[in-house]
């Protein structure tokens, strides 16, 4: 089992840039797939990037395409969320999730992954 917990979020201005922090423990991250979801206030979680455990596989969703990127630091058990040209529509909670029995590519659905992050807030004022 691994432990998660996300940091990094803030109040940033529209077309601004964030990284979010997902630091990992009990487990070596590059024995996940590893990904970050989304929830915005009334609506329901939502995918947004992904990384395999090897680190040579990712997708992102289309709203994010161009903007975001995601990394990882092995040394520090660590991975990032890099978050470019902020919109108010991605104001929401951001999730670190971490999938233990992933193959090859990892998976975009959020049913499929075992631990979860307590979320850290983002908001993007226009």
């Known amino acids: 089992q691994v432990q998660l917990v996300e940091s990094g979020g803030g109040l940033v201005q529209a077309g601004g840039s964030l990284r979010l922090s997902c630091a990992a423990s009990?487990?070596?991250?590059?024995?996940?797939?590893m990904g970050w979801f989304r929830q915005a206030p009334g609506k329901e979680r939502e995918f947004v990037i992904c990384?395999?455990?090897?680190?040579?596989?990712?997708y992102l969703a289309d709203s994010v395409k161009g903007r975001f990127t995601i990394s990882r630091d092995i040394a520090k058990n660590t991975v990032y969320l890099q978050m470019n040209s902020l919109k108010p529509e991605d104001t929401a909670v951001y999730y670190c999730?971490?999938?233990?029995?992933?193959?090859?590519?990892?998976?975009?659905?959020?049913?499929?992954?075992?631990?979860w992050g307590q979320g850290t807030q983002v908001t993007v004022s226009s």
């Open positions: 009990g487990r070596t991250i590059s024995s996940y797939a």
């Open positions: 999730a971490a999938d233990r029995d992933s193959g090859w590519f990892p998976s975009r659905r959020e049913s499929e992954y075992d631990y």
């Open positions: 990384i395999s455990g090897s680190g040579s596989s990712t």
